[in-house]
């Protein structure tokens, strides 16, 4: 179970081009989430950017709808690491992420380390791990907005060197 604060349940984006995982997400993760849906990298960075996700759940083999350019030349495709990276690059570098892919191999879980994910599951997933992970991401923005919100953090925050609280 997601632990949720007293105002409002976590937000998690899903990013999974497959509509049949994407609906198995659903199902799994309503009740305690609130679920946002990317089905392609831009569209993931987009709603990163506009409605700041507690946590990322990418899948690594997405389908980029790339574009040709004019002088035959393709721009590369961006996968689940690519949007991990840019993620951890950004403003939002905080927000947690969680890979998903089939890809089970020692290099393939370098490359998440390396695009700086907080965790790598392999599929099929077990819907007790994917809970357990999230729960465990989600745990120290827990603790991470507490010690803003606390009142005993105020002072801490809001004076700055030489000045009484």
Do not use: W
Not at 132 to 139: G, H, I, P, Q, Y
């Amino acid at each position: 179970m997601g632990e949720a604060t007293e105002h409002q349940p976590y937000r998690v984006l899903i990013v999974e081009d497959s509509a049949t995982i994407r609906y198995a997400y659903k199902l799994l993760l309503d009740n305690d989430y609130d679920v946002l849906f990317a089905e392609d990298p831009l569209s993931a960075l987009k709603q990163v950017a506009t409605l700041q996700p507690d946590a990322v759940l990418l899948d690594v083999n997405l389908k980029d709808r790339s574009r040709e350019l004019a002088s035959g030349q393709t721009i590369k495709k961006m996968d689940g690491l690519d949007v991990c990276a840019a993620i951890k690059r950004s403003p939002f570098k905080a927000t947690p992420i969680i890979m998903v892919t089939s890809r089970d191999g020692l290099i393939d879980k370098m490359r998440g380390k390396f695009a700086r994910a907080d965790r790598y599951l392999t599929k099929p997933v077990d819907q007790n791990d994917l809970k357990r992970a999230l729960n465990d991401v989600l745990s120290r923005k827990t603790v991470a907005r507490r010690l803003k919100n606390s009142p005993y953090m105020e002072p801490v925050y809001t004076t700055t060197a030489g000045e009484e609280a």
